[in-house]
């Protein structure tokens, strides 16, 4: 194959690689805006779960029980965002807030109390890939779609069987009308603080996920603020993407290229500071929104607190 396949090939990889996490906290975060919550709290709950996803497979030797762990630990950084903002009905953007920095201090206490002040690093195996047989040796498109992890299948699986949940089943339906019309679905006896609940634990198990991709399968180790911003991305993929799960994967991979484009960039050896390259994706998070983000239609409820009467 010629150099300029290799090259495509290898570009088209990182595309699905860098929008795999991005994608799947998206899609968690969908849920929990269409039951009308906005959760700032997604950086923590994928940093939470990044650092235990790592930090249980490396003790225990077992990439399975790191991801358990990082669904663990992902539920329970939103566990305490949802009695915060469900039961309390306290502010969620200051709650969002408060829980992002929380589990940023709690998991940088516990990697330099287990591996030492100066932040020893610690690797670990990646999660085997499991490659669809014939497919994944189609030229150029075998490697792209049908030559990844389980997580990278899961994920953009999940498109689709959330698009139907939502549109087209019973629970879609008491999802929306939570995030549209909180009392009168109080008032129909659907349970919003219920379904607020359900929604922001799935979403944690999703983000802790996310998060355990980018430790057991991204970058098979463990740094401070791992996440660097990507639950931040997320939500603004829900945004652009206007809250359909197609848009959300469109979006995800419009990011998932930036980012995939930095490195190539750096990679060229221009003259050009990388602090410039290293900024593309966040630069690009605020052009599409400017352009883009005024013109969705939101939740009805979005982000008011509810308090049942």
């Given at each position: 194959?010629?150099?300029?396949?290799?090259?495509?090939?290898?570009?088209?990889?990182?595309?699905?690689?860098?929008?795999?996490?991005?994608?799947?906290?998206?899609?968690?975060?969908?849920?929990?805006?269409?039951?009308?919550?906005?959760?700032?709290?997604?950086?923590?709950?994928?940093?939470?779960?990044?650092?235990?996803?790592?930090?249980?497979?490396?003790?225990?030797?077992?990439?399975?029980?790191?991801?358990?762990?990082?669904?663990?630990?992902?539920?329970?950084?939103?566990?305490?965002?949802?009695?915060?903002?469900?039961?309390?009905?306290?502010?969620?953007?200051?709650?969002?807030t408060a829980v992002s920095i929380l589990a940023l201090g709690l998991?940088?206490?516990?990697?330099?109390?287990?591996?030492?002040?100066?932040?020893?690093?610690?690797?670990?195996?990646?999660?085997?890939?499991?490659?669809?047989?014939?497919?994944?040796?189609?030229?150029?498109?075998?490697?792209?779609?049908?030559?990844?992890?389980?997580?990278?299948?899961?994920?953009?699986?999940?498109?689709?069987?959330?698009?139907?949940?939502?549109?087209?089943?019973?629970?879609?339906?008491?999802?929306?009308?939570?995030?549209?019309?909180?009392?009168?679905?109080?008032?129909?006896?659907?349970?919003?603080?219920?379904?607020?609940?359900?929604?922001?634990?799935?979403?944690?198990?999703?983000?802790?996920?996310?998060?355990?991709?980018?430790?057991?399968?991204?970058?098979?180790?463990?740094?401070?603020?791992?996440?660097?911003?990507?639950?931040?991305?997320?939500?603004?993929v829900v945004i652009v993407g206007r809250w359909n799960s197609w848009g959300l994967a469109a979006a995800s991979l419009l990011f998932?290229?930036?980012?995939?484009?930095?490195?190539?960039?750096?990679?060229?050896?221009?003259?050009?500071?990388?602090?410039?390259?290293?900024?593309?994706?966040?630069?690009?998070?605020?052009?599409?929104?400017?352009?883009?983000?005024?013109?969705?239609?939101?939740?009805?409820?979005?982000?008011?607190?509810?308090?049942?009467?």
């Amino acid at each position: 194959r010629s150099r300029r396949c290799r090259m495509l090939e290898a570009f088209l990889v990182s595309v699905i690689t860098m929008a795999t996490p991005i994608l799947l906290a998206a899609l968690g975060e969908l849920l929990v805006e269409e039951s009308g919550v906005v959760n700032i709290g997604i950086e923590g709950a994928m940093l939470a779960g990044a650092f235990a996803a790592l930090t249980i497979a490396y003790f225990s030797g077992s990439d399975g029980l790191g991801l358990v762990g990082a669904i663990g630990a992902g539920v329970a950084i939103n566990a305490i965002f949802a009695f915060l903002v469900v039961n309390l009905a306290v502010n969620q953007v200051v709650t969002g807030t408060a829980v992002s920095i929380l589990a940023l201090g709690l998991t940088g206490v516990f990697y330099r109390k287990l591996f030492g002040v100066t932040g020893k690093a610690f690797m670990v195996a990646p999660i085997a890939k499991l490659p669809l047989g014939p497919l994944a040796r189609i030229p150029i498109l075998g490697p792209v779609l049908f030559d990844h992890n389980a997580l990278v299948y899961l994920t953009f699986l999940l498109v689709p069987v959330l698009w139907y949940l939502i549109a087209h089943t019973r629970y879609g339906l008491r999802l929306r009308a939570c995030g549209e019309r909180p009392e009168a679905a109080d008032a129909l006896g659907l349970g919003v603080i219920a379904t607020r609940w359900q929604a922001l634990i799935v979403s944690g198990a999703l983000t802790g996920l996310a998060g355990a991709f980018l430790t057991l399968a991204y970058a098979n180790t463990f740094v401070e603020n791992i996440s660097a911003g990507r639950g931040f991305v997320a939500l603004s993929v829900v945004i652009v993407g206007r809250w359909n799960s197609w848009g959300l994967a469109a979006a995800s991979l419009l990011f998932g290229a930036a980012m995939a484009l930095q490195f190539g960039l750096q990679a060229l050896g221009t003259v050009v500071p990388y602090q410039l390259f290293l900024a593309l994706p966040y630069a690009l998070t605020i052009v599409v929104l400017a352009a883009f983000g005024g013109q969705a239609a939101a939740p009805s409820a979005l982000g008011e607190p509810y308090r049942r009467q």
